[in-house]
């Protein structure tokens, strides 16, 4: 049962543009949302993150956005940087069910070309 | 921004043998937890550790797996009797007190069961 699901395995986006990254999930109970960077070899970077009170956060070049009613949100990169080519999850956690595990997505490549 | 270090990078054990992977972090932090990835598969949630003991577990986490800080720094992941499908990255993650974003993963160990 996937929890968390990103739909999209991979994403190819020109140096300069926007990239949309999007995640949906089904519990209810989560009230947290994080998005993690990886690269091969390396743990997963913590990037954005937004508490379900809010509807989105910003933070330099990335936006996260959060639609409870649809149980969807999405990450924007603006503008996009060849640097960031990696994979990008989608992770959840219940804190009001004192748990505190990260549930994540399958991750969505992104290639930015130059 | 608090740092985590796993040893050994890679690991290469046969099958049936145990192994021992271990997460230092270099601030003391009251939340542990271990995270695998099976190669091009999602991160995925095993345990995870607080006040000493184990506050949550996934159905991955059985009774092969064990955690423990033998010596109140070390966090370990003992894997016993290795099975060929517990080939994976393992990341070790910890979380700052009252941060719900302050999850911090160190660059994983490549367990490869032969």
């Known amino acids: 049962d996937q929890q968390v699901k990103q739909n999209s395995p991979s994403l190819s986006v020109q140096e300069g543009r926007i990239s949309i990254l999007n995640c949906d999930y089904t519990?209810?109970?989560?009230?947290?949302f994080l998005w993690y960077k990886k690269y091969p070899a390396e743990g997963p970077t913590f990037l954005i993150s937004?508490?379900?009170?809010?509807d989105k956060n910003e933070d330099g070049r990335f936006t996260v956005f959060l639609n409870k009613s649809a149980k969807h949100l999405s990450l924007h990169i603006v503008p996009s940087q060849p640097g960031d080519s990696a994979v990008y999850f989608c992770?959840?956690?219940?804190?009001?069910?004192?748990?505190?595990?990260?549930?994540f997505g399958k991750g969505t490549t992104l290639s930015v070309s130059s | 921004e608090p740092e985590v270090t796993q040893t050994p990078s890679h690991q290469v054990t046969q099958m049936g043998q145990e192994v021992i992977l271990r997460c230092v972090p270099i601030?003391?932090?009251?939340?542990f937890y271990w995270y695998r990835q099976i190669l091009g598969q999602k991160v995925e949630f095993l345990v995870s550790?607080?006040?000493?003991?184990?506050?949550?577990k996934s159905e991955i986490f059985d009774d092969q797996f064990s955690v423990e800080r033998p010596d109140g720094s070390n966090f370990t992941l003992k894997i016993r009797s290795t099975k060929l499908e517990d080939s994976a990255m393992y990341f070790c993650?910890?979380?700052?007190?009252?941060?719900?974003?302050?999850?911090?993963f160190g660059s994983g160990t490549r367990l490869t069961v032969v």
């Open positions: 937004i508490s379900s009170i809010k």
């Open positions: 992770a959840a956690a219940a804190f009001n069910q004192a748990g505190t595990a990260l549930i």
């Open positions: 993650a910890i979380r700052l007190q009252g941060r719900q974003d302050g999850y911090t």
């Open positions: 519990n209810s109970m989560f009230d947290y």
């Open positions: 550790f607080y006040n000493n003991e184990i506050s949550e």
């Open positions: 601030s003391n932090h009251l939340y």
